[in-house]
């Protein structure tokens, strides 16, 4: 089926409407930031966040987020399919495999389904670090 929607991270809003604000001063929370955690649709290109009502570009939202970004998990078909286009870092899926069986991505777990689950962050640095124009080795 097709992949389940993705969670792009905390709505970088700030400052959050005065409503939000006034109900977490509430309770001594002086946090500006929204921070509701956003889920794109799939290949959607923009979001509107539920509880500020503010459209962001899902690309610029992704790129706010990249250091935490780096430290979730994902599965190879979210990687493929949704993280690695939006940061215009494309990986084929038997790539990201090969770098699973050969060691070079640990799998750091599994999701309901039991689909391997890697870090975000260690894909890219192995992608990083690999020659751009190497002939590929088979």
Do not use: F
């Amino acid at each position: 089926g097709p992949p389940e929607p993705m969670i792009i991270g905390p709505c970088i809003t700030d400052p959050a409407p005065e409503d939000v604000l006034a109900e977490r001063a509430s309770k001594g929370d002086n946090t500006t930031r929204c921070g509701y955690a956003l889920i794109a649709p799939h290949h959607s290109g923009s979001i509107v966040c539920p509880r500020c009502n503010i459209a962001h570009e899902v690309a610029e939202v992704l790129a706010r987020n990249l250091a935490d970004l780096d430290d979730r998990n994902a599965t190879v078909r979210e990687l493929v399919d949704v993280v690695l286009p939006r940061l215009d870092e494309h990986v084929p899926q038997r790539t990201i495999e090969r770098w699973i069986h050969n060691g070079q991505v640990p799998v750091r777990g599994y999701d309901a389904h039991g689909h391997q689950m890697v870090r975000i962050g260690d894909v890219r640095t192995v992608r990083a670090e690999r020659p751009r124009n190497a002939k590929a080795r088979g």
